[in-house]
């Protein structure tokens, strides 16, 4: 193959016009929240939602003992999940916001594509209160909000593949359908996914300014991640804190941030006063 296009330079300039031109048409531009970033991704925002109800309607089925539905973690969750939503939503005002709390061991949590939140009971001890919680659910909710998934399904050019799960059909393979299941960020860095380093550094910014706005100190997120430096040492990140350049570069970004974090927070407090 590789013989014939490079005896034949006009074929191949043509087919790599045409794959390109395929991928152009099956995406589409966007710009991400607060860090403005011009993206293209996949998929329209009411496909993301179906994807993403299609993988949390599956995950509670599979949970159905462990949901936890009462009692202080519960409460703490709703409560601030809520906080943090109605941030989100003023950037995605179409997105169905829900959050569900799994009795799990594991440091972890995420938000599938249109706002399906997940949260396991491990990750409570290490955030403690609720500015630390609002930290971990800020930066889930905006790998969602910056179509972080489906920047993903773009780059791997499995938008065909995606849109056919969510028709129910059976055009892709099984190794296909793991691959997409794995962008949409459900179970965390065990399932294998990863969202690039510069999204994770993305959804670190935003989900700043979100709690922020939400009126949390953002000197807490500081806080809440030099505790998860030191509960993950040796042992598998979680999903928030999986394919990140290091903890510690984390840290000295979001210390970066603070002072926009700050303003922001600041603000929010002056017009819900007004
Ligand atoms: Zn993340």
Redesign the pocket.
Known sequence: MLAFLVARPLIAILLAAVVGGVIWFSTRSTTTPVTHRQERVALTEAQQMQLGNQQYAKTLRENRARIVSSGAGYQQVQRVAKRIETQASRDKPKFIWRVTLIRKNEANAYCLPGGKIVVYTGILPITRNDAALATVLG??VA?ATAEHSAERIAREQLTQVATAIIAGGVAFTPSQYVRVVALL?AGGAAAGLH?SRD??SE?DHIGLIYMARAGYDPHQAVAFWKRMLRASKGKEPP??A?DHPSDAHRIEQIEKWLPEAEKARAASRKSSVS
């Open positions: 930066h889930e790998h960020g969202f999204q994770e959804a999903e928030f999986s």
